[in-house]
């Protein structure tokens, strides 16, 4: 099976902007979860979106967004960009019912 | 709350010596315990979990670990480390019972020298 997709893997914006990442998790796997990586704050729980609906969320202001399409596919949105956004954006995707996640590459964004 | 700390920010082994890297959590009931390992670059992988049973988890690329209740430890460990192990190890909680809303310590880099 393909692993965990995430595009773009870099990106740039500018301060104010807006920003969608996109997540194809394992086919079949239907839980995808969102973190933010970054050297002060270490891995941080963003959200986890089962079946299109969202199931936990982390302690993120509400800048940050995401949902989940039919196919199980994910995207998070971050509206007007602080520098401190910049991070590494990973997702993960989990089968039902298991401990286990997987995650992609990551997304890195850079804020200027 | 649960939390999770990893002591040490690095850890620096000979190759062929023993290695531990460790992990002690923090939570109100039972917990879920994973290990994952990040390499330069790269999204983490999945190294093992404990989630009930035998105190002795086995895992990917030779990799233990060890549960400890009454320390509220779960060290990682490896008789024979390897250059290649040379990684960012994240230990892991979680109270629930799905993959959900997993709680990371802030990671120990792993050196294993020649």
């Known amino acids: 099976k393909a692993g965990v997709t995430q595009t773009p893997r870099y990106l740039i914006k500018t301060r104010g902007q807006q920003v969608t990442l996109s997540c194809s998790p394992i086919s079949g796997h239907r839980s995808v979860s969102w973190y933010q990586q970054t050297p002060g704050q270490g891995l941080q729980f963003l959200f986890e979106y089962f079946s299109e609906t969202q199931r936990n969320k982390g302690n993120f202001p509400g800048r940050f967004s995401g949902r989940q399409f039919s196919n199980s596919r994910s995207e998070m949105n971050v509206s007007t960009l602080e520098l401190g956004d910049s991070a590494l954006y990973l997702c993960?995707?989990?089968?039902?019912?298991?401990?286990?996640?997987?995650f992609g590459p990551g997304t890195r964004l850079t804020v200027t | 709350a649960q939390s999770v700390a990893q002591p040490e920010d690095q850890v620096n082994v000979a190759e062929g010596n023993p290695l531990t890297v460790k992990c002690t959590y923090s939570?109100?009931?039972?917990?879920?315990l994973f290990w994952y390992v990040q390499y330069p670059n790269r999204g983490l992988q999945f190294l093992l979990k404990?989630?009930?049973?035998?105190?002795l988890v086995k895992g990917s690329y030779g990799f233990e670990a060890e549960f400890n209740k009454s320390q509220t430890s779960f060290h990682l460990k490896k008789p024979s480390a390897l250059v290649s192990d040379s990684a960012l190890y994240f230990c892991?909680?979680?109270?629930?019972?799905?993959?959900?809303?997993?709680?990371f310590g802030s990671g120990t880099r792993l050196s294993i020298r020649p």
């Open positions: 404990y989630i009930t049973g035998d105190n």
């Open positions: 993960a995707s989990s089968p039902s019912n298991s401990y286990e996640q997987y």
């Open positions: 939570v109100s009931g039972n917990p879920y």
């Open positions: 892991a909680v979680s109270l629930y019972s799905s993959a959900s809303k997993i709680i």
